[in-house]
């Protein structure tokens, strides 16, 4: 089981840092992606993080903007978002999948949480 939340409403330039728990039967020893889905838009890659957390990887509208990182003694993976912008407003979400590498293809994720909402203000 995946849990993501942190999400809210903030102004561009703003920050917010969402957070994934890994709980139940759901290993946590696997890669960890964030993913957002947009109004009326697919599903998109954002970053991913591997176990037990030495590669990431991001989408190229992130870079510089947003980090992963994961503290495996709580079982939860971070996606801190900096310098927001309006085309970053999306539902969030987190999932896993049974590798511990890193992979920017929604196919390859097997485990889903539910999203958290960010809005970003103009």
């Known amino acids: 089981q995946l849990q993501a939340s942190g999400g809210g409403l903030v102004q561009a330039g703003g920050s917010l840092r969402l957070s994934c728990v890994v709980s139940?039967?759901?290993?946590?020893?696997?890669?960890i992606g964030w993913f957002r889905q947009a109004p009326g838009k697919e599903r998109e890659f954002v970053s991913s993080i591997s176990w037990p957390g030495r590669n990431t990887r991001y989408v190229d509208s992130v870079k510089g903007r947003f980090t992963t990182s994961r503290d495996n003694a709580k079982s939860t993976v971070y996606l801190q978002m900096n310098n927001l912008k309006p085309e970053d407003t999306a539902v969030y979400f987190c999932a896993t999948r049974r590798s511990s590498s890193v992979s920017d293809l929604l196919c390859e994720y097997d485990f889903w949480g539910r999203g958290t909402q960010v809005t970003v203000s103009s």
């Open positions: 139940g039967g759901t290993s946590d020893r696997w890669a």
